[in-house]
């Protein structure tokens, strides 16, 4: 069975400090990988996908990065936090040809 | 784009009582849904994937019907339960890349 973990549970940081949230999915390989950002309120947007190992195409940057240094790992980050970068950070993982998204149990961010 | 509404944004019900959410997608095209389930402080719950050629898809406890010609998709709780509380989000995942989602129904069934 796949389990998709996301890294760490929560994390309070400080504007302009570093941030670097991981996902790892384990038991399927060559998954795609996918970034979403939820507001405070609930809406989600999608930030980023990547359907192989070093490849990331971004939906929606809001001033954040992503990376995919292996095929199982998936990186979101950035180097200077911003107050609006709060919020619940979503890893969902899905088959080649298939639709539906699986999701991780998220990552709470609070940015001070 | 395209753009998915959703409502309501919060519902209440009654234990018992059913609940309906409706979302209104715009692009003609579009023909792959997903129905989400999120609970408190945990991810999106995948409860049901709707395709264009299947109109009526029925769950546990829940219904599903799409309407292409009014371009709608609805879920329809029935006999809402206490542990039906969360939030439900629909999804246009035509592109199953690029992900459209509502802005998600609060659901509140009190006993």
């Known amino acids: 069975a796949q389990t998709i973990h996301q890294w760490p549970v929560a994390e309070i940081k400080a504007v302009g400090s570093p941030l670097s949230l991981g996902c790892t999915i384990k038991g399927k390989s060559s998954p795609n990988l996918y970034w979403y950002w939820q507001a405070t309120g609930g809406t989600l947007q999608q930030l980023f996908y990547?359907?192989?190992?070093?490849?990331v195409e971004s939906v929606v940057q809001l001033n954040l990065s992503a990376s995919r240094p292996k095929d199982d790992q998936f990186i979101l980050s950035t180097e200077k936090l911003l107050l609006s970068h709060s919020g619940f950070y979503l890893c969902?993982?899905?088959?080649?040809?298939?639709?539906?998204?699986?999701f991780g149990p998220g990552t709470r961010l609070t940015v001070l | 784009g395209e753009q998915v509404e959703q409502r309501p944004p919060h519902l209440s019900v009654r234990e018992g009582d059913s609940a309906v959410i409706i979302c209104t997608y715009t692009?003609?095209?579009?023909?792959?849904f997903f129905w989400y389930k999120q609970e408190p402080g945990a991810g999106l719950q995948l409860l049901m994937k709707?395709?264009?050629?299947?109109e009526i898809n029925e769950g546990q406890g829940f219904t599903v019907l799409l309407n292409k010609k009014d371009k709608q998709l609805s879920l329809n709780l029935t006999a809402a339960h206490p542990g039906d509380s969360a939030v439900y989000f629909c999804?246009?995942?035509?592109?199953?890349?690029?992900?459209?989602f509502g802005k998600g129904t609060h659901l509140h069934v009190l006993p």
């Open positions: 999804a246009d995942d035509t592109n199953a890349y690029k992900v459209i």
């Open positions: 969902a993982w899905g088959r080649l040809g298939v639709y539906e998204q699986y």
């Open positions: 709707v395709f264009s050629s299947t």
């Open positions: 990547s359907i192989t190992v070093g490849q």
């Open positions: 692009d003609p095209n579009s023909y792959y």
